[in-house]
């Protein structure tokens, strides 16, 4: 995982561990986290995406 990000990590660990997603969805989130402009409001509304999204895939 790359440690360099731009918001704090510690709290963006908190965030992952929150939602249940798979490799792929945490490397996405950490993607989004990188740029300038990501918020935690957009950082959480796209957690909840990709979750849902892993669920109806698992069904």
Do not use: D, H, P, V
């Amino acid at each position: 995982m790359n440690t360099c990000i731009s918001i704090n990590s510690i709290s963006l660990g908190k965030l992952l561990k929150r939602y249940k997603l798979t490799l792929k969805g945490k490397q996405e989130i950490i993607k989004a986290a990188q740029k300038r402009y990501s918020t935690w409001s957009s950082l959480n509304r796209l957690a909840r995406k990709i979750e849902f999204k892993e669920s109806n895939k698992n069904k």
